[in-house]
């Protein structure tokens, strides 16, 4: 008896695991398996590396939720957007067929209207594919959204030694062009001083595609004539390109979700004037492919300040140095 009372008395720690471990196994994650024994027992220590099991294994189940709402929020709002442009073009195309067109004229404007929600179609969905290329990039690298590239595998960006002012000239050139009343500055990062040389190892093209989107966004979102700043620098260990602008500015919540896919800070505009709200997504994750980094800082009525931050090469790493824009000489 005395036996039986001894095994009793020590198994009952192992009751209250195996209580816990039915109620984990119908669903309650967040419970975890109580501390029967000091640190330094053989039970303690096995408690403590089941309860650091358990917090693993509800992030890891937390995370593929997660995941997974995202997944059917993309999917929903993916759709949506296919969905108007195809509505668009099947609606002219039945006019069409029912003979509703008649006049020459009427025709040669229904076909520019078809070709106009193709092109607007194409474009979404070469949006769409390059995400989900930089997506799987992504999830090949290290199993889940990465910034730093696996040196193994095939590069999928053409990297090369790149002086970023060659990329704010031209952000400077295509502010001008989207809105010629507006004031275009070039500056140092944050504004302070010149703008200065910016090494960093990257894209051209695809970082090209990074400045054009913070540039149309800030063109698009903001009054016609409001000034625009182009910095360009090097802070730390980084080669910084900022693209400022003086509008309406945003809130804090419309900051932590600028850079969500199909997110437009501004319901109020149509999807001809404010994109499918792809842009800023597209620059997150190509900057991330570079293994950067890009930010917004922004509060309402003090305008928005988007800024990319890139790895910086070292001067010598740089070979021959690209020539320098012209609206830097002197």
Aim: aromatic content about 4%; charged content about 25%; hydrophobic content about 40%.
């Amino acid at each position: 008896m005395a036996g039986w009372f001894a095994v009793r008395s020590g198994l009952r720690p192992l009751s209250r695991v195996e209580r816990t471990a039915a109620e984990i196994a119908v669903g309650d994650l967040s419970r975890r398996v109580p501390e029967l024994g000091g640190p330094n027992t053989e039970l303690g220590r096995l408690m403590a590396a089941l309860n650091t099991m358990l917090g693993q294994l509800e992030a890891a189940f937390a995370a593929r939720a997660a995941s997974e709402a995202r997944m059917s929020r993309f999917v929903a709002d993916a759709s949506h957007e296919l969905r108007t442009p195809l509505a668009g073009i099947k609606g002219l195309t039945d006019l069409y067929r029912m003979g509703a067109l008649a006049e020459r004229e009427d025709v040669g404007a229904t076909m520019s209207r078809i070709a106009r929600e193709s092109e607007r179609l194409t474009r979404l969905v070469e949006d769409m594919l390059l995400l989900a290329r930089l997506d799987e990039r992504a999830l090949r690298e290290t199993g889940t959204p990465a910034d730093v590239r696996a040196p193994d595998l095939p590069p999928e960006l053409d990297l090369a030694p790149t002086d970023l002012r060659t990329l704010a000239a031209d952000a400077l050139h295509d502010a001008h062009a989207l809105d010629p009343t507006r004031t275009v500055t070039l500056s140092g990062p944050g504004g302070a001083g010149p703008p200065a040389w910016a090494p960093a190892l990257a894209d051209e093209a695809r970082l090209r595609q990074v400045v054009t989107n913070l540039v149309g966004n800030a063109v698009t979102h903001t009054l016609p004539g409001t000034p625009v700043r182009i910095g360009v620098g090097t802070v730390g260990g980084h080669a910084v390109l900022e693209v400022a602008d003086e509008g309406p500015g945003l809130t804090a919540d419309q900051c932590d979700r600028i850079f969500d896919r199909f997110y437009r800070a501004d319901s109020s505009r149509t999807r001809a004037t404010g994109g499918a709200g792809l842009g800023l997504a597209i620059a997150h994750s190509l900057v991330t492919a570079h293994a950067g980094q890009v930010t917004v800082d922004s509060a309402p009525g003090r305008g928005a300040t988007f800024r990319v931050l890139l790895p910086r090469v070292a001067e010598g790493d740089m070979g021959v140095n690209p020539p320098v824009p012209a609206q830097f000489q002197g």
